[in-house]
């Protein structure tokens, strides 16, 4: 019989090798529609960017989760190859303003049809769990969720795990 521990340490592993192909579908190009090939990174911050049709870098590292640097590299890296563009906001000739161009538009919609499709496959395959487990197995992503963040909060604030006295 398996102990909660046990099952524990289980669901853990998993989680980590679901966040590890994450990470390697993150970095993998994808093609979108015709002429539209784009790394998930690239594809989210356009969608980011379309859902708000403008943004600043710091809005934009702020929705994306990323550093202001971070999200100033990509929009350097967008724009360049012709799906943002960058203009001064009318209140400040210091704030840049992203929006998508044409062909930022393009992936934008093109990447929103293939995010249903991909919703509703997930859909499906958990139509048939209860409603109690799915919203369990919601609060525990949630808690895992809060686990990630303050890790990544102490990793930024230079804090190494094995400097806590709590982690024996």
């Known amino acids: 019989m398996e102990t909660k ?3 524990i340490k289980a669901m853990a592993s998993t989680l980590m090798r679901i966040m590890a192909k994450h990470a390697r579908i993150e970095e993998l190009p994808v093609r979108f529609d015709e002429g539209v090939e784009l790394t998930p990174k690239e594809i989210h911050t356009i969608q980011t960017i379309g859902q708000q049709k403008q943004v600043n870098v710091t809005d934009l590292a702020i929705r994306s989760g990323v550093t ?3 999200a100033s590299q990509m929009a350097a890296k967008l724009t360049g190859k ?9 209140h400040s000739n210091k704030e840049l303003r992203l929006s998508l161009t044409e062909l930022g538009w393009r992936a934008f919609r093109a990447h929103e049809r ?5 919703l509703a496959d997930l859909a499906q395959r958990l ?3 209860s409603l109690p487990q799915l919203s369990t197995t919601s609060v525990l992503l949630e ?3 809060g686990v990630v963040e303050e890790r990544l909060s102490q990793l930024l604030q230079g804090k190494f795990f094995w400097e806590d006295s709590s982690v024996s």
């Open 127 to 129: 139509n048939s769990f």
């Open 114 to 118: 293939i995010h249903e499709k991909h």
């Open 143 to 145: 808690v895992v969720e």
């Open 5 to 7: 521990e046990d099952l």
């Open 68 to 70: 202001k640097s971070a």
């Open 82 to 90: 012709g799906y943002l563009e960058k203009a001064y906001a009318d």
